[in-house]
């Protein structure tokens, strides 16, 4: 729930109370791989915990119209959505997150569920092809009942159909909503303003791509895994990462992905492609290998049974010598002692926090700590006009920010002076009037770096990094015994975490970085003997 992981039922159930008083009156349930086990629970959570609405999702993948993709059929999805209703939602959702539901297919599908189900049915996709406008039309035509869409300004590729463009669709059908297409235009037009200040941060999709229909990859994720591959070193190799992600896809026997089954999918591709590796070549030499973390506890069953079980070959080889659970992940972890818990957490991080930020810390501990120690060194940032905060003030640029009611600071940006030996600039500025300065780090300064040692690929007892990243955490020292698959060290990298175990029993002879150091793929890290 929420997160990337499992968590105690307590937990969950804490954060759905705390959502609806926080305002929350819809609740989106989704698993991951359509598990009912897992969807269950939350559903009930919703409907005794809060007044709100459950609204319980099927998430689609493959091709209902496809005679030769036989797992996930009309069928299936007919009886999902009647486990659903049987389970107590409000609402039925359809997550097509990869913007795989074809025009036609919707019209089967909706058409089928309406006949199927008596609670109202939703359609969420992405519109990475272009083909989802029509898509909606079918449904529209087939009786569905709500569709998501984005202004004009932020809708296609990644995102959702063309809301203004729906809304012209429809003008003059018999299912016809009033909007102002005026009032429309000029909302897409203030937001296309706004999204040239993030245009950095977008996924490089520059026009639609046909091509998910063969590699799958969900419009949230696709943004976010370009970014991720070069951080990895592997920016000049997305196209063979979104190959082997449609490789992985069939590896693990063709699953649902929608996070985190889809992270789970994307950690596997991109591993296997920063180190060479085929699908042959996990069969045949996986059991020397250490595999991302995020794909062990999905083999272990911390995510959920996917339709149909896990590939028993390649789960054999993935956990080597753990036993899977079968079971939901939930029943077996032990309950949060909140008034316990609570009270640590306001003792680690301060006792102005409350019970929502306790929440973020279980769900996001790694985020929520990076989060709040910008908030205590910086504030609140967001006062801060954006093309500002993003890109910086001209010289003689002024600016105003409110940081509280009736409280604003007039600034103007006089000098920018040079830089010192240490890499810092003094920056002075005018503050309502007063003359100010202050040091900043110049962060686009090249400081001398140091190529860390490789290691000898003929040499077995040299222990590498498999992938670009940080070396998170060391779990040995020196002299210190290992087992065979007893994990030696973490690799961080843009939400993925790859333990590397020992390939066989021995000792640590030597152990060349620290952690916390910035590794490459084959840095040498430590070395057995």
């Not at 669709?169 to 299912?175: G, I, N, Q, Y």
């Not at 026009?207 to 370009?226: R, T, W």
């Amino acid at each position: 729930g929420v997160g990337y992981a499992a968590y105690p039922d307590n937990l969950i159930e804490k954060f759905v109370e705390q959502s609806w008083e926080k305002g929350v009156d819809v609740f989106r349930i989704f698993d991951s791989l359509n598990w009912m086990e897992n969807v269950a629970p939350c559903i009930e959570m919703v409907r005794n915990r809060t007044k709100g609405l459950a609204e319980a999702a099927l998430c689609y993948t493959g091709d209902i119209m496809d005679p030769d993709r036989t797992k996930y059929t009309l069928d299936y999805y007919v009886r999902l959505a009647k486990d659903l209703e049987n389970a107590g939602a409000h609402i039925l959702a359809i997550k097509d997150m990869s913007g795989l539901l074809k025009p036609y297919a919707a019209k089967e599908l909706i058409g089928a569920l309406k006949d199927a189900v008596n609670i109202p049915i939703h359609l969420h996709t992405h519109d990475t092809s272009s083909l989802q406008p029509a898509t909606y039309l079918m449904a529209i035509e087939a009786g569905v009942d709500v569709v998501d869409c984005a202004l004009g300004a932020l809708s296609g590729l990644t995102s959702q159909p063309n809301f203004n463009a729906v809304v012209e669709m429809m003008r003059f059908h018999e299912r016809e909503n009033p909007y102002d297409i005026k009032s429309l235009n000029q909302f897409s037009d203030y937001w296309e303003t706004v999204r040239e200040y993030y245009f950095p941060f977008e996924s490089g999709l520059k026009a639609s791509a046909a091509d998910v229909f063969q590699h799958e990859i969900p419009g949230g994720q696709y943004s976010n895994l370009k970014p991720q591959a070069i951080a990895l070193g592997l920016g000049d190799k997305f196209e063979e990462i979104k190959d082997m992600y449609a490789s992985v896809n069939q590896m693990f026997g063709d699953i649902v992905k929608v996070t985190p089954s889809s992270k789970v999918v994307g950690d596997m591709a991109q591993f296997m492609v920063a180190n060479n590796l085929t699908p042959e070549d996990v069969y045949a030499k996986g059991q020397n290998i250490s595999f991302p973390e995020s794909v062990q506890q999905f083999f272990m069953g911390e995510l959920g049974q996917p339709e149909g079980g896990f590939p028993a070959d390649l789960q054999r080889i993935i956990l080597k010598d753990k036993k899977p659970s079968l079971e939901r992940a939930g029943k077996s972890i032990p309950p949060i002692d909140f008034d316990k818990e609570l009270a640590a957490f306001k003792e680690q991080f301060g006792e102005d926090l409350g019970l929502t930020d306790f929440l973020s810390y279980k769900f996001y501990p790694k985020v929520f700590e990076e989060g709040l120690q910008f908030w205590r060194e910086y504030g609140d940032v967001s006062v801060v006009p954006t093309p500002i905060f993003l890109y910086g003030m001209k010289m003689g640029e002024d600016t105003t920010i409110e940081i509280a009611k009736g409280k604003t600071l007039l600034i103007r940006l006089l000098s920018i002076g040079p830089v010192d030996e240490h890499g810092k600039r003094t920056v002075f500025f005018k503050l309502n009037g007063q003359t100010r300065n202050v040091e900043v780090l110049d962060r686009s300064i090249k400081v001398e770096h140091k190529e860390n040692k490789k290691i000898d690929k003929g040499n077995g007892k040299q222990i590498g990094a498999p992938l670009q990243g940080m070396l998170s955490k060391l779990l040995v020292k020196a002299d210190e015994p290992v087992k065979k698959n007893q994990p030696l060290f973490v690799i961080e990298a843009m939400k993925m975490e790859t333990v590397i175990t020992a390939p066989f029993e021995g000792a640590v002879k030597h152990v060349e970085l620290p952690s916390g150091t910035l590794v490459n793929t084959n840095d040498l890290v430590l070395e057995l003997n």
